[in-house]
């Protein structure tokens, strides 16, 4: 599981190891930083679900902001957009970080779904992980 086994790293600060008795924080802080062990096979294509999620944050904030200036009329959608563009702070670049993490995050799942289908996550014991993936990319798809 592990590259190496790493032994549990004693606190010696007299303080610190009261704290940590009533209080085990640093404990805590040291399992999960230090003597948590490594899978041999972590690369880089594992960060793609984690970028996919950050890039849905991004989306969902700046679409919030998007909204709240944004005038859903016939006669006035095309001037609401240009007042963001000009009038409200930073507002072109609200808007061009939504247009374009659109298709960052299209393109983030996307390599993201070929990592788990080229490392085979599909596959037992993750059978019901796949299937909720997939309809969260139909939901995606359709929203």
Same mark, same amino acid.
């Given at each position: 599981?592990?590259? /190496?086994?790493?032994?549990?790293?004693?606190?010696?600060?007299?303080?610190?190891?009261?704290?940590?008795?009533?209080?085990?924080?640093?404990?805590?802080?040291?399992?999960?930083? !230090?003597?948590?062990?490594?899978?041999?096979?972590?690369?880089?294509?594992?960060?793609?679900?984690?970028?996919?999620? !950050?890039?849905?944050?991004?989306?969902?904030?700046? $679409?919030?902001?998007?909204?709240?200036?944004?005038?859903? /009329?016939?006669?006035? #959608?095309? #001037?609401?957009?240009?007042?963001?563009?000009?009038? !409200?702070?930073?507002?072109?670049?609200?808007?061009? !970080? /939504?247009?374009?993490? #659109?298709?960052?995050?299209?393109?983030?799942?996307?390599? /993201?779904?070929?990592?788990?289908?080229?490392?085979?996550?599909?596959?037992?014991?993750?059978?019901?992980?796949?299937?909720? $993936?997939?309809?969260?990319?139909?939901?995606?798809? #359709?929203?």
């Amino acid at each position: 599981m592990a590259d /190496h086994d790493t032994p549990h790293t004693p606190i010696t600060n007299p303080l610190a190891k009261w704290v940590d008795d009533r209080l085990p924080v640093f404990s805590m802080m040291n399992h999960a930083t !230090v003597d948590y062990p490594t899978p041999r096979n972590l690369n880089y294509w594992w960060n793609f679900g984690s970028l996919a999620g !950050v890039c849905l944050v991004m989306m969902i904030a700046t $679409g919030l902001v998007l909204a709240m200036n944004y005038t859903p /009329h016939v006669d006035m #959608a095309f #001037a609401s957009v240009e007042r963001i563009m000009r009038d !409200v702070n930073f507002g072109w670049v609200i808007r061009f !970080v /939504h247009m374009n993490g #659109a298709s960052f995050f299209f393109i983030v799942v996307y390599i /993201h779904i070929f990592r788990g289908m080229y490392y085979g996550s599909y596959k037992s014991p993750r059978e019901l992980l796949w299937i909720l $993936g997939v309809l969260i990319l139909l939901l995606m798809m #359709a929203t």
